[in-house]
C-alpha cells in the first residue's frame, strides 16, 4: 500500500524552522530548540516561549560537521550540526538539551562554541528512575528555570506552569484520540500519515496548529479507513522524523499502526498529572515516562510497554529501527529482539540513517518480514 | 539489447509439455547482476534462462521471460501465474505478483533439497542467510547489502584488479601455495592489497586464495548471525565458484549439500515459479 499524504501537513516539515515558526517569532514569540524527548516541553512553553524539535529535512551529507565531530557520531546529531553550521537554526532563540547520550552532548559542546543562540543550556540527566533521581532531576529544571527567567525574563512560575502543562495536555490529547484511531480493523489513518502530523506538530508552535490539528481529527471520523494491508506493524526506535521512511513501508504492504519512537505516539503523547508542585510533576513524568533506553535498570519496564502497546493495536510484528552508531539504541535492540521472539512476536530490525537512503533494501527486508508472517 | 542466453542444455532435454491440464507458472528474478526466469510445467522445471541485467530492467524482465518461455515450448496464454522477484521485482510488469528474493531462494532451496535448513545467497550486490522450515516456509534472514565486501561485486572487482577472468578465480584457489592474508573488509581497501600483492610478486594463486577465504570469512560470520542450523546449502551465482564454495564449508566447518547438476543461480527463479504455483493452486489467479 502507497498513499500520498492528505493531511496537509506536509509543508510544514520542508525546513527546518517553518512558516509557522517564523509567524510566531514575528509575534513575539522566542523560539527554543530541544532534541530530546527528556527536556520537559511545557518548561519551555511558558510566557511567549516557543519549543520547536529540531530536524535537518533534506540534509544531504555532512561535510561540515565531519570536520568537528567524529564519524561515529550518530548521523541525526551530525545533520543537526550540519544545519547549525550552515544557518539553517540563526532563527533560533536559545537551544535546550539533556545529557540523555553522548553524542548529543557533543553537538551541545559545538553549539556552545558557535555561542549561536547565546542561550545554549544542558539539563543534566540521571540515568535511574528513583525518588532521589526524581529530586534531582527536579533540582536541574529548577536551574533551567531560573536561566530562562534570568535571560528572557519570562514568568517559570507554578500557575505558568501549570498552563503550559494543560494546553499541552490538551494539544496532545487531540494527536492521542487520532493515534487510537489506528486500533481499528480499517484505520482511517496510515503509520505514514500520522508520523507526518506528530513531526509536524513538534515541528510547529502549537498554539498555531490547535484548529488544523481538531479540523483534521473531526475528518477522520468520516474516513471509512482502509483494508488494504498486508501486516500491522509497530515501529520501535529512536529519532525519526520523516514520514517517507514509514512510507516505505508501507509501500511493501505493511500498515503502521503502532510507534515507539522519540517523535511518536507512544510515550510523548502521554497525559502529564500536573500536582500541587507543577515542576516537580515535569521531572516526575519526564524522567519516569520517557523510556529510553539510556535508563538503567528499566528494560523489563520497556518490552512490557512495548509488548503492551503491541496488543493493544493487534500488531502482527514490531520493526525495530535504530540509528547507526546510536549507543543507547544499538545495545538495547539486540536485547529487545531476543525479548519479543521469546514472546513469539515476530521482529525485524533494520539499522538506517537519519535521512532517507536504501529504499530497496528496507522494502526487500519488510517485504521478505511480512512474506516470514505468512501475510 | 543484445542478451547474451545460456541455455541449460541438460534440463532442455527434459522438457515435457503436456498440453492440455498442464499447469504452468513462471518465476522471474531481475538481480542486481544477472535476471534469471525459470518455467514450471506440472511442477518441473521446462524452461530456464541466465542472462546479464541491463539499465532497462523491464524490458530484460521482458526478453528473460520470453526466452524462458520459448526454451519451455509454451507461450505466454499458457502461463497461469508469475511471480517476479529480485531488486528488479516490480518492473516485472506482467508478474501476477511480486515476492522477495529472501523467500523465493528459500523456497527454491527446499524445493531442490527438502532437507535444508540454512540457505546462504550469494549475489552480484548483496548475500543474504535465509532460514527455512521443514516446508521451505521463511522463518527468519539477515543481510548484507551496506557494502559490497562478501558480494559478486566484490569478487568481480579484485578479478578485475588481477586481469583475471571471474570465472578462473575457483580453479585458481586449489593450485596450492600458502593463502594471502587479506585483512581490509572494505572492498576499496581490499583491491589496494591486492595490488601491492601483486607488485610484491605474489603468485597469483595465493592472492585468489587470500581473497576467497576472506570473503568466506564475512559471509560465514553472517551466516553465524543467523545461526547455522544444517542442512546448509548455497545458492546465487557465486556458489558457482567452487573455490568460495570450499572456503565457506571450511570457515563453518560443516560440509554444504549440492543441488547437483541445477544451476545454483537459478534457485530465487525456481523458487518464484513454485510461490507462482502455489498462488495458481489457491485458486488466487485472476484472468
Redesign the interface.
Known sequence: MSRVSETGFSGLLDLPLNRLVDKARDEGGRIIGYTCSYVPEPLISVDGLVPIRMRAPGVSGTPLADTYMSSVICSYTRSILEFALDGFYNELDGWVFTASCDHLRRLYDNLSYLENPPFNYMIDLPHKISEPAISWFHEELKLLAGALSADFGVDTGPDALRNAIAKLNSFNAILREIGEMRKEDTPPISGRDFHEIVAACASSPKYLLKDKICKYHESLKRNDGTDDYRARLMLVGSQLDDPEYISVIESVGGLVVADRCCLGSFPGLAHIECGTDPLRSLAEHYLAKTSCPRMMEEFDSRIENIIGIAREYRVDGIIIETMKFCDCWGVDSGLLVSALRDRNIPVLRL?REYSLS?E??IR??V??FI??M?K | MSMKLFIHASLEQERRVERGAMAVTAGVDIGSTASKAVVLIDGKTAGQIIGPSSTNPKRTAREIYNSALDHAGVSAADVAYVVGTG?GRTQVEFADKN?????CHGRGAHFLCPTARTVIDIGGQ?TKAVCIDSEG?????V?N??CAAGTGRFLEAMARSMELPVEEMGQHYFTGGDPCTITSMCSVFAESEVINLINDGVELPRIVKGLLLSLAVRVSSLARRLGIIEDVVMTGGVAKNKGVYDAIEKKLKIKMKSFGDTDPQLVGALGAALVAADFAGAGTVSG
Open positions: 539499522e536504501g530497496g533494501q526487500t527486508r517485504q521478505a512474506e516470514s505468512g | 531488486y515476492v522477495s528474493e529472501i523467500t548483496d516456509n521463511l522463518l527468519d534472514f543481510m547489502d551496506k
